[in-house]
């Protein structure tokens, strides 16, 4: 079993709104990441958690504030974005920590759009 | 950073073979990966490929590596229609911290 999982499919919020994504495997996988892709580009890393501590953050704007509550689960809460960050949000997960080579698994994606 | 480039169309008939073709410059990479991705969805992983291997063989899939020109291919037999979507190459190696490097994807267009 290879599933990551995200919720929601779809959501669109206003540039004042505050909402969360959710991302959760079941794989007994030590790290987890966010990934932003804009139409007919590839992804772009955003952050990675290693063994639940973040280990890498892509400079990306503190509109962004990702979350680790247990190795299963990782969200990504979102506060005063801006129509540019209308955008597909993946999540993955690899087996082992960040920097050990291991395969990305990804899940489908929430598509956001900010209006 | 390093680059992987990649060709960002190709179309074929349904029943024949497919070919994605994908460079890359980074001497420390250790993983070759080909990511799927069908429109509105996640990156589906396909096959990865070890630097030290030349050759894998998944079912309709056959991955090449030339690490001497850092070049791999993704061949798909008999391609169907469902297999319309953008692929993704993407390496990881040491100089990158093994974070992944994507290319910028080759649509693939099948045609009945």
């Known amino acids: 079993d290879t599933e990551v999982t995200q919720t929601p499919k779809h959501l669109v919020m206003g540039m004042t709104n505050k909402k969360s994504l959710k991302c959760e495997q079941h794989m007994g996988h030590r790290a987890m990441y966010w990934y932003k892709q804009k139409a007919k580009k590839p992804p772009e890393l955003m952050f990675v958690?290693?063994?639940?501590?973040?280990?890498i953050n892509e400079s990306v704007p503190s509109r962004f504030s990702p979350e680790c509550p247990n190795s299963s689960l990782l969200n990504l809460h979102l506060h005063a974005l801006q129509p540019e960050d209308s955008a597909l949000y993946l999540c993955?997960?690899?087996?082992?920590?960040?920097?050990?080579?291991?395969?990305?698994?990804f899940g489908p994606g929430t598509r956001l759009l900010v209006l | 950073g390093e680059d992987v480039e990649q060709s960002l169309f190709l179309s074929v008939r349904e029943g024949d073979s497919s070919v994605i073709n994908c460079t890359y410059t980074d001497s420390s990479s250790t993983y070759l990966y080909w990511y799927k991705q069908e429109p509105g969805a996640g990156l589906q992983l396909l096959t990865y490929i070890f630097s030290n291997m030349d050759m894998k063989q998944d079912q309709r899939l056959t991955v090449l590596l030339n690490k001497k020109d850092k070049h791999l291919s993704l061949r798909i037999a008999d391609t169907q229609t469902g297999d319309s979507a953008i692929y993704f190459c993407?390496?990881?190696?040491?100089?990158?911290?093994?974070?992944?490097?994507f290319g910028k994807g080759t649509s693939l267009l099948v045609t009945p």
């Open positions: 993407a390496e990881s190696g040491a100089n990158s911290g093994y974070a992944l490097n």
């Open positions: 993955a997960s690899s087996q082992d920590g960040y920097g050990t080579g291991e395969t990305q698994y």
């Open positions: 958690y290693s063994y639940e501590k973040l280990s």
